[in-house]
């Protein structure tokens, strides 16, 4: 057995607001609950409602730009730029801009849509 695993097959998430997730590792691929990586596409215009995660989550900017709106501050960031949100912070995700957004997610424990806790449901 090796030491190691190369991740060519991600899931591909389901989704219904043109974002693209493809977990390379994580529940929905090799069932670990205690991380996920996924490489995101948000297209333009993409927003989510808030929500209130039961993960620490990490995010990476590649390419173009991600708004937050984390406790009342809206921040921006933008490629090489990277950010830590504490589990149990209420958070919303958009991309407000005229071009996809590319990023890498971590979340510690791994995403689940039972640990999100989404204002729209």
Not at 13 to 19: F, L
Not at 71 to 90: C, F, M, P, Y
């Amino acid at each position: 057995m090796k030491n190691y695993k190369i991740q060519d097959s991600p899931f591909v998430v389901p989704t219904t607001d043109g974002k693209i997730i493809k977990e390379h590792f994580g529940l929905a691929t090799d069932g670990n609950s205690e991380i996920s990586i996924a490489h995101m596409i948000a297209p333009a215009g993409w927003s989510e409602p808030f929500q209130t995660p039961q993960f620490d989550e990490y995010t990476f900017i590649i390419q173009g730009k991600k708004q937050f709106i984390i406790d009342g501050d809206e921040i921006v960031l933008e490629a090489g730029q990277s950010i830590k949100i504490n589990k149990n912070t209420r958070v919303q995700y958009s991309n407000p801009f005229t071009e996809p957004c590319i990023y890498l997610a971590i979340c510690r424990p791994a995403f689940s849509m039972d640990l999100v806790n989404r204002e729209d449901l």
